[in-house]
């Protein structure tokens, strides 16, 4: 019986790729927590607890303003100490009203801003250590003696620097854009107002948090080519990569611009600066593809303008140029020499 059993031929337990990538994303995930997670919600919170350190001084300040000290709006005015906000807006008409509230939507980008400074250097730095940092402590020889490729290892990386972090950030930055509406609200509560009719009625909270959603797309594609350089850099450095990563590219650049090397090209020196040196480091940085979209004629004056320039058709209006493309195929190039050079300084 033993030998028939052995005669038959055994499975071997195969993992699907999805799997294997989970599990890898998982270990970044876990590895970097502190940045990918707690980084961008603390830098939330921070702005959350300032603006209610500035609505309580703002509160203790009109205080101790005169009894008989008076604010002018359209229409009338009133005085500052019992102040009732809903006189503030009782008299202004629709126009005026929808320029309110692109004042609090601008607020509510500025708010939901923080998160995503924050992972521009999450980003940076954890591209700049993904590979080298492997190898310094070693670490890399557990990795390898796994079935993972070195390919499933660095796309890994990159999914968790271009889709995972970005996700998380914007997931921060929409917590916060309601935690500043919730700390508006109760400010208008304090002092007679309605919120719904003075905040979430002019205000587009929705509208903003859709926009910083459906932007993570356009941050994947556009933030390969400095994805791709630093970790080409993590990779091939023995030390230092950060000098290197940032000596290399400003080095490219002064030589460059001391013998007008462009000019072979018809182009300028800040050609070259814009699209090789900033692309190669600031593309992390979310929000500098605005650079190349296509604003087009803004139809609104004011504050609501804000909505024409960080439109869906703004935005997605950089897929029709080169410079995202170009970048992209750069940056998956930079990445597949990634790719090689692991397992080239690994095996070495």
């Given at each position: 019986m033993n030998a028939i059993n052995e005669s038959l031929p055994r499975t071997v337990a195969t993992s699907h790729p999805t799997h294997t990538y989970g599990m890898l994303l998982k270990r970044e995930f876990w590895e970097h927590k502190?940045?990918?997670?707690?980084?961008?919600?603390?830098?939330?919170?921070?702005l959350l607890l300032l603006t209610l350190m500035g609505i309580g001084a703002g509160e203790v300040l009109l205080r101790k303003v005169p009894d008989r000290a008076t604010i002018n709006v359209e229409g009338g005015s009133f005085q500052v100490n019992g102040l009732d906000l809903s006189q503030l807006t009782a008299n202004m008409s629709p126009d005026e009203l929808r320029e309110f509230g692109g004042v609090i939507?601008?607020?509510?980008?500025?708010?939901?801003?923080?998160?995503?400074?924050?992972?521009?250097?999450?980003?940076?730095?954890?591209?700049?250590?993904?590979?080298?940092?492997?190898?310094?402590?070693?670490?890399?020889?557990?990795?390898?003696?796994?079935?993972?490729?070195?390919?499933?290892?660095?796309?890994?990386?990159?999914?968790?620097?271009?889709?995972?972090?970005?996700?998380?950030?914007?997931?921060?930055?929409?917590?916060?854009?309601?935690?500043?509406?919730?700390?508006?609200?109760?400010?208008?509560?304090?002092?007679?107002?309605?919120?719904?009719?003075?905040?979430?009625?002019?205000?587009?909270?929705?509208?903003?948090?859709?926009?910083?959603?459906?932007?993570?797309p356009i941050y994947a594609l556009w933030a390969l080519p400095t994805v791709g350089w630093l970790m080409l850099c993590s990779a091939w450095a023995k030390s230092k990569p950060f000098l290197w990563a940032i000596m290399i590219p400003i080095f490219a650049g002064i030589f460059v611009s001391w013998f007008d090397l462009m000019q072979l090209f018809d182009l300028g020196s800040g050609w070259f600066w814009q699209n090789v040196v900033a692309r190669s480091l600031l593309s992390v940085v979310p929000g500098t593809w605005f650079d190349v979209a296509n604003v087009g004629g803004i139809d609104v004056d004011g504050p609501q303008a804000i909505h024409s320039v960080l439109s869906l058709r703004t935005m997605y209006s950089v897929l029709a140029t080169p410079q995202l493309w170009v970048g992209a195929v750069a940056g998956a190039a930079m990445i597949f020499g990634a790719i090689r050079l692991r397992r080239w300084r690994d095996e070495g």
């Open positions: 502190g940045g990918f997670f707690w980084a961008p919600l603390m830098a939330g919170g921070i939507d601008a607020s509510l980008y500025m708010s939901a801003s923080w998160p995503f400074i924050v992972l521009a250097f999450v980003v940076f730095f954890y591209c700049l250590g993904s590979l080298y940092d492997d190898r310094r402590d070693r670490s890399v020889l557990f990795w390898k003696s796994l079935p993972i490729s070195d390919r499933d290892t660095v796309l890994s990386k990159v999914i968790s620097a271009t889709l995972m972090a970005p996700a998380i950030a914007a997931i921060a930055a929409v917590l916060t854009v309601f935690g500043s509406m919730i700390l508006y609200s109760l400010m208008v509560l304090m002092h007679g107002g309605n919120p719904i009719t003075m905040l979430w009625g002019p205000a587009s909270p929705l509208k903003v948090s859709a926009h910083l959603i459906a932007s993570l």
